[in-house]
């Protein structure tokens, strides 16, 4: 039968897939759209399972805030380049995402893509079909929710979507009086990549670490002295060391004359209210996975050729 015009605008505005992937569909289905629809997404999933081994470093990050900023969730979704980063239907997901994690009770990587995503199906159906679409592997690499009582809690997120940041602020406090200085805090921990928010906070793992190095460097540099000797010598370097992991002895970007944790004792003396940083979520995007080393000529090269 023929298949019109009209009839592939409708399954192209219904699905987002290619018009002459439409017309195939249609095709293969003798014009009956529902059917064309499902051989679409079963070709989309085949389409998804070809890509589904290849690295997806690259993406965004979004969060979200409930209206008093008790709770707040982000979300880093990937894909292989920058270039579909910028895709803003996959903008709106990833924020859709965020949101969907904030109103749910607890959220992980694997339940939200077990989400229903309005009448699309589940997140997985949704990101199958953008992965047909656009024609790369993507995925939710990660997401956390948090939702500690007694604590507020503030955002920065770097212009570029790359970077965010959301620290959790300890206080009795509204968030419109600690808003500007949770959001300095945030800012802090995007530019100077602490790793943890205090001492108390360091792991044992990293800590066992760093005394081995700063022991070895100290024995190399005064190998004559007795290992006892050199214990002693290594606290201060070790203290050191912590001061630029651990985000609230930072030196204060804003004002390097005083610590983060001076800053915000300032903060909290001018509104009258204790307020300390109890917590920081970091996310950058791709951080500790391997990078494709392909360059954006060759991968529209290889788009074109239909790879």
Request: with cysteine; proline share 2%.
């Amino acid at each position: 039968m023929a298949i019109t015009a009209a009839q592939v605008k409708e399954l192209r505005d219904a699905t987002g897939a290619g018009m002459m992937d439409c017309k195939k569909a249609l095709t293969e289905c003798e014009g009956n759209f529902d059917k064309a629809v499902d051989w679409l997404r079963e070709k989309g999933i085949s389409k998804a399972a070809k890509k589904a081994g290849r690295i997806a470093a690259e993406g965004l990050v979004k969060y979200a805030f409930n209206e008093d900023h008790t709770q707040a969730c982000v979300v880093e979704f990937n894909t292989e380049t920058d270039f579909a980063a910028k895709n803003p239907e996959l903008a709106e997901l990833t924020q859709n995402l965020a949101d969907m994690g904030l109103a749910a009770d607890k959220v992980c990587e694997k339940c939200i893509l077990e989400m229903q995503y309005g009448d699309e199906g589940t997140v997985q159906d949704v990101v199958t079909a953008k992965i047909a679409k656009i024609g790369e592997n993507m995925s939710v690499r990660r997401i956390v929710k948090a939702a500690t009582p007694g604590v507020k809690y503030v955002g920065y997120l770097h212009a570029t979507g790359k970077i965010a940041v959301i620290i959790g602020l300890k206080t009795e406090a509204s968030f419109e009086e600690v808003a500007v200085c949770g959001k300095d805090v945030a800012m802090q921990a995007a530019s100077m990549r602490p790793q943890f928010v205090n001492e108390a906070g360091v792991d044992a793992e990293f800590l066992a670490h760093e005394k081995e190095v700063i022991f070895q460097q100290t024995k190399n540099e005064s190998p004559d002295k007795p290992d006892a000797i050199i214990e002693k010598m290594i606290v201060g370097r070790l203290k050191k060391s912590l001061q630029e992991v651990c985000l609230v002895d930072q030196k204060f970007v804003k004002d390097s004359s005083v610590t983060v944790a001076q800053y915000v004792a300032g903060v909290a003396k001018e509104i009258g209210k204790p307020v300390e940083v109890v917590e920081m979520i970091r996310y950058e995007v791709g951080e500790g996975m391997q990078k494709r080393e392909e360059n954006f000529a060759e991968e529209v090269a290889k788009q074109m050729a239909g790879l």
